[in-house]
């Protein structure tokens, strides 16, 4: 999922290296699938079905 930031007017730019360089390095275990498995699965257990 992305945030299409054109639709509100703003002009994505790149993220400097330094910025890049203090990201935590969450292993090759992460990605966006996995999340969103889990966040699909809070939500089935708390009745909210999706």
Same mark, same amino acid.
């Given at each position: 999922?992305? @945030?299409?930031?054109?639709? =509100?007017? =703003?002009? +994505?730019? !790149? *993220? +400097? &290296? &330094? %910025?890049? /360089?203090? @990201? +935590? %390095?969450? =292993? +090759?275990?992460?990605? %966006?699938? #996995? $999340?969103?498995?889990?966040? $699909? /699965?809070? @939500? !089935? #257990? !708390? =009745? @909210? %079905? *999706?």
């Amino acid at each position: 999922m992305r @945030l299409d930031t054109t639709r =509100g007017g =703003g002009t +994505p730019t !790149a *993220i +400097p &290296e &330094e %910025d890049l /360089a203090e @990201l +935590p %390095d969450l =292993g +090759p275990g992460f990605n %966006d699938t #996995l $999340v969103w498995q889990q966040e $699909v /699965a809070r @939500l !089935a #257990l !708390a =009745g @909210l %079905d *999706i």
